[in-house]
Nanobody, 125 residues
Framework: QVQLVESGGGLVQAGGSLRLSCAAS????????MGWFRQTPGKEREFVAG????????DYADSVKGRFTISRDNAKNTVYLQMNSLKPEDTAVYYC??????????????????WGQGTQVTVSS
């Protein structure tokens, strides 16, 4: 079992920045590919960014490319999502997720075995 706890969400004005953190405990964190997803009411959970277990491969949704950066610190069992130039349409609950045993990055929510409880990000215009 892996437990994931997100933090860092909040209210920010358009154009501002936030950094989300996801702290993992349980199994060996470095063996897991990690992803960030987001969800708004009435919509499906959507992929935002992902990082491979070594951290050499990353992937981003087109809507966040150039603005968001995913990174990980395996020594701290933590994955980060740096969000810059935030827009009102980035408003959502953000979730981190983990999946063991894959070499790359998955953009599909059902691929992930473990999820955090989510953190709210609200971007005002």
């Amino acid at each position: 079992q892996v437990q994931l706890v997100e933090s860092g969400g909040g209210l920010v004005q358009a154009g501002g920045s936030l950094r989300l953190s996801c702290a993992a405990s349980g199994r060996t964190f470095s063996n897991y590919a990690m992803g960030w997803f987001r969800q708004t009411p009435g919509k499906e959970r959507e992929f935002v960014a992902g990082i491979s277990w070594i951290g050499r491969r990353t992937d981003y949704a087109d809507s966040v490319k150039g603005r968001f950066t995913i990174s990980r610190d395996n020594a701290k069992n933590t994955v980060y999502l740096q969000m810059n130039s935030l827009k009102p349409e980035d408003t959502a609950v953000y979730y981190c997720a983990a999946v063991p045993g894959i070499l790359g990055v998955s953009t599909i929510p059902s691929s992930y075995d473990y999820w955090g409880q989510g953190t709210q990000v609200t971007v005002s215009s």
